[in-house]
């Protein structure tokens, strides 16, 4: 069941891997500049959540319904709007600079079926040391002098697979590295997230008969450019 419910997203990222530009290809050096290939993946914290969107339904009345989220009643249209959602989660990538703590906010036009354009800001501050089952290490993220910041975008769509209703956001990422050995480097790749509940949740939050429990809910890549 795990194989079936993942096997959407990894064949995302296997696309994704195949058309992205040459830089994103090797580790090579250029005319003085270096890039770096990254692969990795995003999985969030579920515990220790840090601030809820805020949720607004335009010519609606939002109702929050425990076992679907929130949604938009006495609506003509059934849009949803959210904006400055924060969240926290632990990354892991090929290179230990990617690999850390991050941490985004979130912003979203949703239509009915909860698609739609979606934005925000990301940071990562690399460390080995991140247990998305603990709480958010707010004394490491407020300390840090080395990290990554940028801004992601993209779409929300509609998927069913393997007879399963699928969400996958497919988001342009870019960044840059701030002070220490990450000064002056910067980052752009992709990241696909693949949810299966109209407001994005965990996996933990999930049945655990589907076989989701501990499975990182995106994947993603990009370059180092340094």
């Known amino acids: 069941m795990k194989k079936m419910l993942v096997l959407c997203l990894s064949t995302l990222l296997f ?3 195949a058309i992205v530009p040459a830089s994103f290809a090797a580790e090579n050096s250029k005319f003085g500049v270096t890039r770096t290939q990254i692969k990795g993946f995003d999985n969030w914290a579920w515990k220790d959540p840090l601030s809820p969107a805020t949720i607004t339904c335009p010519g609606g009345e939002l109702v929050v319904d425990p076992s679907v989220g929130p949604y938009c009643s006495d609506s003509t ?4 709007h959210f904006r400055d959602g924060a ?8 290179d230990p600079r990617m690999t850390g703590v991050g941490l985004y906010t979130s912003n979203g036009n949703f239509d009915a079926d909860s ?3 979606v934005w925000g800001t990301w940071t990562i501050v690399p460390t080995e040391d991140c247990d998305k089952d603990g709480f958010y290490p707010e004394e490491l993220v407020m300390t840090a002098t080395s990290f990554w910041h940028g801004t992601w975008s993209g779409q929300r769509q509609f998927y069913i697979v393997n007879g399963f209703n699928t969400l996958i956001s497919e988001l342009k990422i870019v960044g840059k590295g701030v002070g220490g050995d990450l000064d002056g480097l910067h980052f752009n790749g992709m990241e696909w997230i693949e949810t299966y509940t109209p407001s994005p949740v965990p996996y933990e939050f999930l049945p655990q008969e589907l076989g989701l429990f501990d499975e990182p809910e995106a994947e993603f890549i990009g370059t180092i450019k340094e």
């Not at 249209?77 to 949803?80: A, E, K, P, Q, Y």
């Not at 969240?87 to 090929?94: D, G, K, S, Y």
């Open 15 to 17: 696309m994704g891997a």
């Open 77 to 80: 249209t059934g849009r949803l």
């Open 87 to 94: 969240a926290w989660t632990c990354m892991t990538a090929n």
């Open 115 to 117: 698609t739609g354009s």
